[in-house]
């Protein structure tokens, strides 16, 4: 696009305020020139879109038209290349559709050939054999393919068999112990093992009575401690005494009633054995006696001491 170029001028305002033909329509021609510019310059750039006020003047007016006719004839010849790019595809994309419609048609040529050639059993063994690459997913079409892909299908088949019959026995058992849990369950929750009402109320009641006889185990600890302190030496020493006599005494008795049990039904003078373990007994209750009353002295805060 052609545009006239704007001659300097020192035209002030007040003059092309008045009335003239030529001016009116100068001004008109800028007025549209401005309108092209300000809508070329929205399609280019959204915001913002007009020239500031300031800069409106003839200079800037040229620049700017110079840039739009320039763009324009850009877009012209880009517009040409898309469509000479566009009018490529196309026929490349006519031109592998016509390759592939004949490769197929050529395929589908020799695959009519290779059919009407066959005998029946060729014709069978020829689909058997590419039904089978077709089940098998084999990229290959050989005989040692196939039966290889067969093979290992058949491994996987026979594992996965085994690990299926091992799952069932494990489900089976796991069923079993279920079957068990919920039975000792229900067992658990029966009458017999259901608490009694009143179980936390004599729980409390043992707690404090157990938290009283500790109170009064302390206390007879503390007593006896207290009255052991006021026993004379030699009482202790005699209740000692008295003690092991009685262990002496009752394993002589223990010795002799081992011996009365050996021979027994066979003794000569079975009196006098009994008169000696009856001596014995005698003996070991009185030391008995003795040690017992010796005991409820020094318990007793010594009262039995001047007994010996």
């Not at 690459?133 to 068999?161: D, E, G, R, V, Y």
């Not at 067992?187 to 404090?208: G, I, M, V």
Request: hydrophobic share 30%; aromatic share 6%; charged share 25%.
């Amino acid at each position: 696009m052609d545009h006239p170029s704007f001659p300097a001028t020192t035209t002030t305002p007040l003059e092309y305020s008045l009335f003239s033909p030529s001016k009116a329509a100068e001004q008109q021609r800028l007025a549209k020139d401005w309108t092209y510019i300000h809508s070329f310059l929205r399609k280019k750039y959204p915001a913002p879109s007009r020239v500031p006020k300031f800069e409106e003047n003839e200079e800037t007016l040229i620049a700017l038209l110079a840039l739009a006719a320039a763009n324009e004839k850009a877009d012209e010849g880009w517009s040409g290349v898309c469509r000479v790019e566009e009018m490529a595809l196309r026929e490349l994309e006519e031109e592998e559709e016509r390759k592939k419609q004949d490769t197929n048609n050529i395929n589908t040529t020799i695959l009519n050939n290779l059919q009407s050639s066959l005998s029946k059993p060729g014709t069978s063994d020829l689909l058997t054999h590419a039904t089978a690459s077709i089940s098998l997913t084999s990229p290959s079409t050989s005989p040692t393919s196939l039966a290889t892909h067969l093979l290992n299908l058949t491994t996987s088949l026979f594992s996965l068999t085994q690990q299926f019959s091992q799952t069932t026995s494990l489900q089976t058992s796991l069923q079993s112990q279920s079957s068990h849990l919920q039975s000792d369950l229900r067992t658990l929750t029966s009458a017999p093992f259901t608490p009694e009402p009143n179980l936390p109320k004599r729980t409390s009641e043992t707690l404090r009575q157990t938290k009283l006889l500790k109170a009064k185990i302390a206390e007879y600890d503390e007593r006896l401690r207290n009255s052991s302190s006021s026993i004379p030496e030699p009482l202790l020493m005699e209740v000692e005494q008295a003690g092991k006599a009685a262990e002496v005494l009752m394993q002589r008795l223990a010795d002799v009633e081992g011996k009365i049990a050996i021979y027994e039904g066979v003794s000569p003078e079975p009196r006098e054995v009994r008169r000696q373990m009856q001596d014995l007994r005698r003996e070991l209750e009185m030391w008995v006696r003795r040690r017992d009353e010796l005991f409820e002295g020094l318990v007793g805060g010594g009262g039995g001491g001047g007994r010996r």
